[in-house]
């Protein structure tokens, strides 16, 4: 569980750093699912900028 966590808050902080959805670093199905949950809502609280 702890895993998970830490994974999905290093996807909230991936988002915040704009790096792109494919440098999700986690090799387990779990941990890179939270990973991309949290990637994700990180894009659903504030979305990108325009450009």
């Known amino acids: 569980m702890e895993n998970t ?3 999905h ?3 909230i902080k991936a988002a915040q750093a704009e790096l ?3 440098s ?3 090799r387990t199905p779990q ?3 939270a990973w ?4 994700r809502q ?3 609280r ?5 450009r």
């Open 5 to 7: 966590f830490h994974a």
């Open 9 to 11: 808050h290093w996807g």
């Open 20 to 22: 792109p959805e494919s």
């Open 24 to 26: 999700n670093p986690y």
């Open 31 to 33: 941990t890179r699912a």
């Open 36 to 39: 991309l949950a949290g990637y």
């Open 42 to 44: 990180a894009f659903q």
């Open 46 to 50: 504030c979305p990108a900028p325009a």
